[in-house]
């Protein structure tokens, strides 16, 4: 069986909760725009394009809200570069055994593609990752299985043959809709509500080769 791996971005492979949080708060500023209070983990995995109209209930203007999107996000990539940031526990080591493994893989994550590539300048592990699938590469985003349907493709593995990693529910739940076997991890969300996905665990380092593979030891 020739395997795959699917890695979300914020909150698998990085945390920048508080940069995204620290984007949107000075948007609003910004803008005089106010902020709900549980906007964030209301949101947390969404594109925002869903965000801006339906949580924040800022507008409902599609040029209004790419118009916003688009210096949210440039306002967010200001900060990782002033900042900076690491990747989160376990992520090198879990891509260096994939590699020698053979296991390609993706990124397939609703974030902007600067965003990331603003990351993998301040991270590197860009050469591990065989593809990289972002919110402008798909029409639906998360819990829709598109983006993970689309990474599994690029990297030509079935998604039945892939795991997905996640951190948040919409993208448990995309994953287990694409098919894929789902490691859940316990970033952003307690571990006693991402019962959903095949494992969960507190961070990558917890994953090895044996509770890699052997996900394909269990039923869908």
């Not at 076997?181 to 494992?199: E, F, S, W």
Request: aromatic residues 6%; glycine residues 8%; charged residues 25%.
């Amino acid at each position: 069986m020739n395997l795959g791996a699917l890695f979300d971005w914020d909150g698998v492979v990085i945390d920048s909760s508080a940069q995204h949080e620290k984007s949107w708060e000075l948007l609003a500023a910004e803008t005089g725009k106010a902020l709900p209070a549980d906007h964030f983990k209301r949101g947390f995995g969404m594109k925002n394009e869903k965000i801006i109209p339906g949580i924040l209930g800022w507008t409902d203007d599609a040029g209004e809200i790419h118009r916003l999107s688009l210096r949210k996000e440039a306002l967010y990539r200001e900060i990782i570069r002033e900042e900076g940031i690491t990747p989160l526990p376990g992520v090198s080591e879990l891509l260096a055994l994939l590699a020698d493994h053979g296991v390609p893989c993706s990124v397939a994550s609703s974030t902007h593609r600067e965003n990331i590539e603003a990351v993998f300048d301040a991270i590197g592990l860009r050469e591990r990752f065989s593809a990289v699938v972002t919110s402008e590469d798909v029409s639906h985003g998360k819990p829709d299985p598109e983006v993970f349907l689309e990474s599994a493709r690029r990297i030509d593995r079935d998604p039945a043959h892939c795991v997905v990693f996640e951190d948040a529910h919409v993208g448990i739940e995309a994953g287990l809709a694409a098919g894929a076997r789902v490691i859940a991890v316990a970033t952003t969300h307690p571990a006693d509500t991402l019962g959903q996905a095949h494992r969960v665990v507190d961070s990558l380092e917890a994953v090895n080769w044996d509770g890699f593979s052997g996900l394909f030891d269990q039923r869908p």
